[in-house]
């Protein structure tokens, strides 16, 4: 039987195994979900079991754990290192959802649930397409997976990890699926990745919260105050207005740019979908260039005072905001949160107290389109897809991109087959059957290609 045969026997019993893993909330940035967060690991682990890895193991972190499994064929073949992650995002606000978030539900020729798409479903594919190889005795590579649980926190223990098992994780390439794909009629592979600064700001005032009425316009409001710092971020034209913020931007000529706007996107639909009279951004760019080529600035959430039922005429101590801020290649994120940290606390008046926390950050990362692992990726989505790949550069982060090349000297084929109207973070998270079940083909077809390109090298 071959490896494609095997995956059309087996299926539905693959979905029904990925509804199984959706079902366990392990939302890593969440304490009551910890010991959900280790039944997803421990689900994961004996899955790589029953697929046929030589070893499957929970490895231990001082946060949530890290799952490892490999099958080494031969030592003179090729490795892949597959990297994913079981963790998922807070599933608020509960209330948006049409269905619970934790209790998956197949409509409309999708799966809807909390890390359907980021990532369990995306990372599931790479352990099905190896059982699909292994079961067949057709697996043509040696296979390494890595899958950990605090990507959704900016996986602070992924570093010392892969610092003290390089040996252990050593291969030729890592795949990653963990990105979307332009449409089902338009598959790609992302090629480029922005990178992260996220911080969190905490203003504070007077020393408890007072009644606005005997003290307001006498006192400054704290949330009043961070909300003229936050406007004042940006100009007119969309521009970011911390000193020294876009000198490491790179410049894109009018041909560079030009090609960007070859993908095919249609604007009027984009609207559509986000029920949008009008998209905005930093002026001079299209939607692509801002989404892909330029680094943003966007408040996450924004909190104080009092939001609780009825009416409490307070005015706050404190307030809050988390802003990310995403950075393009060249762009340095400790650099970027220091140079945001000074100009933040420069621009507070002397009425409030500013504390800035970062919480986790990550370089920009650029994929090679000659590479031997990106041009088996593109023969496998022509395969499976019918359709040639474009290569794209995708907005969002994965810092862990450029970590594995620094520790690891290895490059990363971002082989996601996810969907922008997958609503990953958000309410009604959603993952095509489609898009799981050609995955599958594709994963299958990258380890053929790979292996076979390597020996041919």
Not at 239 to 245: A, D, K
Request: net charge negative.
């Amino acid at each position: 039987m071959t490896a494609l045969a095997y995956y059309k026997e087996n299926k539905e019993r693959f979905l029904s195994e990925l509804i199984e893993l959706l079902r366990i909330p392990s939302v890593s940035a969440d304490s009551k979900h910890k010991g959900d967060v280790v039944r997803g690991a421990e689900f994961i682990r004996q899955k790589l079991s029953e697929a046929g890895t030589d070893v499957a193991e929970i490895c231990k972190t001082p946060g949530h754990p890290i799952v490892y499994g490999e099958k080494i064929i031969d030592a003179t073949k090729p490795t892949v290192l597959i990297y994913g992650h079981y963790d998922v995002q807070p599933p608020d606000p509960l209330e948006l959802w049409d269905s619970p978030p934790f209790e998956p539900v197949i409509k409309d020729g999708k799966i809807f649930a909390r890390g359907a798409s980021d990532d369990k479903g995306q990372m599931y594919m790479h352990i099905k397409a190896f059982e699909c190889l292994n079961k067949t005795g057709s697996l043509p590579c040696n296979v390494k997976f890595m899958i950990e649980g605090e990507e959704e926190v900016g996986s602070s223990h992924l570093e010392i990890f892969i610092n003290e098992n390089k040996e252990r994780l050593a291969g030729d390439v890592i795949l990653i699926s963990d990105t979307s794909i332009i449409s089902n009629d338009h598959p790609s592979i992302t090629v480029g990745l922005r990178g992260l600064s996220f911080v969190e700001v905490e203003l504070t005032g007077p020393n408890r919260d007072l009644h606005s009425g005997i003290y307001g316009g006498a006192v400054d409001n704290p949330i009043n105050v961070l909300c003229k710092m936050i406007a004042d971020l940006k100009d007119e034209k969309g521009q970011i207005t911390i000193p020294g913020f876009y000198d490491d931007v790179i410049s894109y000529n009018d041909v560079e740019r030009r090609l960007i706007n070859e993908a095919p996107f249609d604007l009027e639909d984009y609207k559509s979908n986000l029920e949008l009279d009008e998209v905005s951004g930093e002026e001079g760019y299209t939607t692509l260039e801002r989404i892909g080529i330029r680094p943003t600035l966007d408040v996450n959430g924004i909190w104080g005072g009092y939001t609780g039922e009825g009416a409490k005429t307070v005015l706050p101590s404190k307030a809050y905001a988390k802003i990310s801020m995403r950075l393009v290649p060249n762009q340095d994120h400790e650099k970027i949160t220091k140079l945001f940290a000074d100009h933040f606390q420069r621009a507070a008046p002397k009425s409030v107290k500013v504390k800035i926390t970062l919480h986790h950050g990550g370089q920009a990362a650029m994929i090679s389109t000659d590479s031997i692992g990106y041009k088996a990726a593109a023969a496998a989505i022509t395969d499976a897809w019918g359709k040639r790949p474009i290569p794209t550069k995708e907005g969002g982060s994965i810092p862990i991109v450029a970590l594995f090349q620094q520790v690891l000297v290895l490059d990363s084929i971002l082989l996601g087959v996810g969907l922008n109207s997958d609503a990953i973070h958000s309410p009604n998270e959603s993952f095509g059957l489609y898009n799981f079940y050609t995955g599958i083909e594709t994963m299958i077809g990258f380890h053929e290609h790979y292996a076979a390109m390597m020996e041919r090298e």
